[in-house]
């Protein structure tokens, strides 16, 4: 069976969607995880493959909490959050797939 | 809630032994579950977030596959071995459908490599019946080459099981 290139799967879509409506935010792992509903097993190899295609923005921030240890945090690039913006013009008008492909 | 010591050690471990795995392809990322999971709240069960990143970097690092020539040889050779001492329809079905689903499982990607092996395996050990004349002793008749050939329709439960594997295996992927 050839694996061809296919639709993103519904939780790509999900982190995506929190993504783009928290863009210009850093969110952390266990953040994303509360607001996609997903599981830390579903999130990490989601967000690295979003961060090897460029989609994704990835760095380390202090706690802001004195003694807890610095977090990675994650937000959109601009060829993520046009990945997002089509995907959800693609749920407002189902015709229009996008042709980019995606975990 | 209160998480007991035992599970929060458990979860370290468990998270180190993610991270350890995923730090050879990707460093970054182990060091971000190790530091997320020291800032877990309270109140959230660190195992759960353990067993999350165990499972995340066999998927990142996909290592799974790496088990896939040993499953295709281990399953061949179950189904044959099977087919050559055991007697029973049933069993031989489940044992096809079982390899088929854990083949496909472990590697979408060679689909058809699956199906081909696990579908021809029974076909392939009656034509050497036919052709050596050695059979098992709890068979009586002797196949012919021909009567063989219809063992090679087992290649259509195997396409099924090993594509409801691969369905899976993909899905765990996504």
Known sequence: ?103 | MTVPRWRAQLADVLTQLAARRLRATHPDWARAMIKERACLPDNEDPLAWAFGCLRASWVATDSVQALYPVALVAGVAAMTGYEWIGDGSFAAAALLGGVGLALGLISPKRFWVSVLAVGLTVAAVMVFEAFTGLRPSHEVYEHSLASTLRWTLLVMPALAATAVGSFAGRWLRA
């Open chain 1, 1 to 103: 069976m050839t694996l061809r290139p296919r639709a993103p799967s519904r939780q790509t879509r999900d982190v995506l969607t929190v993504l783009l409506q928290r863009r210009g935010e850093w969110l952390h792992g266990y953040e994303l995880t509360k607001l996609a509903g997903l599981s830390s097993g579903t999130l990490y190899p989601l967000l690295i493959r979003l961060h090897e295609r460029g989609q994704l923005e990835a760095r380390w921030v202090d706690s802001a909490h004195p003694g807890r240890p610095e977090r990675h945090v994650y937000r959109l690039s601009p060829q993520g959050v046009a990945l997002a913006r089509s995907l959800e013009r693609e749920a407002d008008h189902p015709a229009l797939r996008p042709t980019q492909a995606i975990g």
